[in-house]
């Protein structure tokens, strides 16, 4: 579903007699990036780059991919489903097993750092002066893509986008 703010966007444009194609990027680069082949694609890549070899080192995040990659790209699909449905909408179902998704984690806070047991990715742990961590390696926090897709990219922190649409290349700089 497109936020609110682009339909009456090209309503209004359009009413000012703007031609106007109204386009969700974020929604689209989501739906290409979480998908069965997209992440098959990905994992196929993994493989390349990093072909299991004795006495290579591969790297905690690029195991975990080989590991948890197939059952996340089989089952990718029918989350999307739910997230497009109208149950995911639906107020007080979609709540209540927030809720209870909740209920069942660990949250924890001791000298100002928390301590979040998830189900999924394992213990994350941060605070002011805690650098933030899941299962005691640390997360990146610099260097990296903001948004990276056929699309647009923008690196993290850099305020500069770059926006591509067919031949049509548009750059947009925040900080300037």
Do not use: C
Request: aromatic share 12%.
């Amino acid at each position: 579903m497109p936020h609110l703010a682009l339909p009456v966007l090209t309503a209004y444009l359009r009413s000012h007699g703007v031609e106007v194609v109204q386009r969700d990027l974020n929604m689209e680069t989501y739906d290409t990036i979480l998908s069965r082949a997209y992440l098959e694609q990905a994992l196929d890549r993994l493989h390349v780059d990093y072909p299991r070899v004795n006495g290579k080192s591969i790297p905690r995040q690029v195991r975990w991919a080989f590991g948890q990659g197939p059952q996340l790209a089989n089952q990718i699909e029918r989350a999307k489903a739910v997230f497009h449905s109208p149950a995911f909408y639906d107020g007080e179902k979609s709540f209540d097993a927030f809720v209870n998704a909740l209920s069942q984690a660990s949250v924890t806070e001791r000298e100002g750092v928390l301590t979040f047991e998830s189900p999924s990715v394992g213990r994350f742990v941060t605070g002011w002066d805690a650098r933030p961590t899941v299962n005691g390696e640390p997360i990146q926090l610099s260097r990296y893509p903001l948004v990276d897709s056929a699309w647009a990219h923008s690196d993290f922190g850099s305020g500069e986008m770059v926006l591509r649409y067919g031949d049509e290349i548009y750059e947009l700089w925040f900080n300037q």
